[in-house]
């Protein structure tokens, strides 16, 4: 009986055996033994015999029996990488568990709360600095207007670098280098300076406006991170104004929930705490030790992002997208960022294209009528809550003749009002509840409107707030009002400030979320609506290019006009007074929650879904004409209509349903909304 050998995916050859059974050594040993004569004859009797059982392995040599294998057809055909690894890889942020994201996300907010801890230290200690520094042209208070400019100017160019090369080393980097940026500071600040020597001014400056810059590299990190886990949008088991459609890709990590009011208090309640710190080191402390307290939390916080798991790895980001030429054909490159990608078909080649992209898409964003609205509005609400603790705590140093540490009590009084609205940002909880939940997306649309509906809730907030800040002006005349009015109602500001930026925050997110209305998602309702060329193409979009972007704007608004406020807000207390301050800018809130409001009236119907959508057209020329086209409208959830009533945010060019509209071939060219 002839013997042949198995057939496999591999041919191993090792040697074969002759003479009397010994002991197995390796092919080194056998080697080392052996003369140069005897390796030759052994090697060629081995390829002989080889031959003698498959022709098919003539050819081989033993000269390296490890390396050398025969692959077939059917191994090649699956193809194979020298750089595959057999380690299972780690799954997304979204579909971690659900305690590793809490531990995440804590520590995200933990990260935003430190840049408002840094700010606050500063502005509590800054009557102290002014007099170690003599100071007598109030420089000294620049030092947080340059850090604010520093942190607009990197927020806004540079927030698509993350989506290279991942988060986690701009975090580390950011914190890395803005903690010894905190000693130059602690130096210049530790003992009394004569009015002449100005280069201590022009140093404290200079590293703020350097700590600025750096910090913005890791704010750009913060939000985007609870997008990576969450999802960015507020879908829930009873989303406003939509059904629960299961198959939302928006629905991919369970929605943002009370992690969105979290964040905004550390957003804007850290800055509160901050000052709180600053006006108590002072009091019995050399100022110096406001900056080495900063470097102590800065190190803490920098171990804690050390340990912490990566939400946005960088070699994620090298993966091979495929896209239609001009000759239709489909061509591979690999695809890194996303920003490019999302509005051109090329993906960048080099960190600035991404950047330059990144600009575009803001300034796109800018240029829509209703967002530019919502931006200001949003950056005008930080700027009011900044301004507010400047001149609440000079209120109560001058007027009341209180201690520095009870002074930053007062102001501790915001925080606690933000810490309180918290909870009312997630689903459920005094909002979004219903007792039966609607059947049409119609349903979504009742006339009658309750209390807890997200329209009446915007519109209470957005209206509160301005005459909150004209009943805290009424209540800052001085001693005559006993102390605590103005502090409950600094409390009352901060409470309705958590809400409207909480609010705001996730109506950019319902509005510009478009992340189920891209090409390659797999999700049912879009499948059939592209057409066979945008079909097979595939692409890598794991963020939310158009809602990080708008963010990203109404923060920078957010920073500049804090920087504003906080350089302007000591001249206007000086010549006009604080409460004719606090007055003039609850005024110009007045005017911008008026235009916000108007530009979230729903005022205009149009349609969103085509006439031949439901087979309302049977046996006409429309209705062949559609069947013909390998292309199908998109129908998003359960509508009973094909008319729906929109307002001027949701007409933007960008919005997602002009992008429904848009795919819905309902639109002419040039005819995009505003």
Not at 131 to 145: E, K, M, P, R
Request: proline letters at 5%; a positive charge; hydrophobic letters at 45%.
């Amino acid at each position: 009986m002839s013997y042949r050998p198995r057939r496999s995916s591999y041919y191993h050859i090792h040697e074969p055996p002759a003479g009397p059974r010994r002991r197995k050594t390796g092919f080194a040993d056998q080697s080392r033994r052996s003369s140069g004569t005897d390796r030759r004859l052994t090697q060629a009797a081995s390829t002989a015999y080889l031959n003698s059982l498959d022709p098919t392995l003539s050819g081989l040599s033993l000269k390296h029996p490890r390396r050398n294998h025969h692959s077939l057809k059917g191994r090649a055909s699956r193809g194979f990488s020298l750089g595959r690894s057999s380690r299972r890889r780690q799954p997304i942020a979204r579909n971690w568990n659900t305690g590793r994201k809490r531990i995440v996300a804590t520590i995200a907010c933990v990260n935003t709360g430190l840049m408002g801890f840094i700010i606050g230290v500063y502005a509590g200690e800054v009557p102290r600095i002014q007099y170690q520094l003599a100071d007598q042209s109030h420089q000294v208070i620049l030092g947080n207007v340059v850090l604010y400019l520093g942190l607009a100017i990197t927020t806004f160019i540079f927030w698509p670098l993350p989506l290279l090369h991942g988060r986690k080393p701009y975090i580390l980097l950011a914190l890395g280098l803005a903690l010894p940026l905190q000693f130059p500071q602690a130096v210049i600040v530790d003992s009394p300076r004569s009015p002449k020597d100005r280069q201590y001014i022009a140093g404290l400056l200079l590293s703020r406006a350097v700590t600025g810059l750096i910090l913005g590299f890791a704010n750009i990190n913060f939000l985007p991170t609870l997008f990576d886990l969450f999802g960015a949008s507020l879908q829930s088991s009873k989303p406003h104004q939509e059904i629960v459609y299961v198959h939302d890709i928006r629905r991919h990590g369970g929605g943002m929930g009370m992690w969105l009011g979290i964040w905004t208090w550390c957003f804007i309640g850290m800055l509160a705490i901050g000052f709180c710190t600053g006006a108590g080191i002072i009091a019995d402390l050399n100022p110096s030790w406001g900056f080495y307290i900063v470097v102590i939390v800065t190190a803490f916080v920098l171990f804690l992002n050390v340990v912490t798991p990566e939400t946005r790895r960088e070699h994620w980001r090298k993966s091979v997208a495929e896209f239609v030429d001009e000759d239709d054909e489909i061509k591979k490159r690999v695809a890194r960022g996303e920003v490019k990608l999302h509005i051109s078909m090329d993906g960048p080649k080099w960190w600035h294209e991404e950047v330059s992209a990144g600009v575009m898409l803001s300034f796109r964003m800018l240029f829509q009528r209703g967002f530019f609205l919502l931006a200001l509005y949003l950056g005008w609400i930080y700027a009011q809550v900044v301004l507010v603790i400047v001149l609440l705590g000079a209120l109560l140093s001058r007027e009341y003749r209180m201690q520095p540490q009870y002074v930053g009590l007062g102001v501790f009084s915001l925080a606690i009002g933000a810490l309180l609205a918290t909870p009312l940002s997630k689903a459920g909880i005094f909002s979004r509840a219903r007792k039966e939940g609607p059947r049409t997306d119609s349903m979504t649309f009742q006339e009658r409107i309750t209390w807890t509906s997200h329209l009446a809730r915007r519109l209470i907030f957005m209206i509160l707030l301005p005459f909150a800040g004209f009943v805290y002006t009424m209540v800052s005349w001085g001693r005559r009002i006993p102390f605590i009015v103005p502090c409950v109602f600094a409390g009352v500001i901060g409470f309705l400030s958590n809400l409207a930026i909480a609010e705001c925050y996730g109506l950019v997110m319902e509005t510009f979320d478009t992340s189920d209305l891209q090409p390659g998602v797999n999700s049912r309702h879009r499948l059939q609506s592209l057409a066979e060329d945008v079909r097979r193409r595939r692409t890598n979009y794991s963020s939310f290019p158009r809602v990080i972007s708008g963010i990203f704007v109404s923060q920078s608004f957010a920073f500049l006009l804090a920087a504003a406020a906080t350089g302007v807000g000591g001249a206007l207390t000086r010549r006009l007074g604080a409460q004719a301050a606090t007055g003039v800018t609850a005024g110009v809130l007045l005017f911008l929650t008026i235009g916000l409001t108007l530009a979230l009236w729903r005022f205009k119907e149009v349609q969103v879904i085509p006439n031949h959508a439901f087979g309302t057209r049977r046996n006409t020329v429309a209705q062949e004409k559609f069947e013909l086209e390998d292309w199908k409208p998109v129908v998003i959830g359960n509508p009973s209509g094909k008319m729906r009533r929109v307002n001027v945010l949701e007409l933007g060019r960008l919005s997602r349903w002009t992008e429904i509209r848009r795919l819905n071939r309902l639109l002419r060219d040039g005819d995009e909304g505003f």
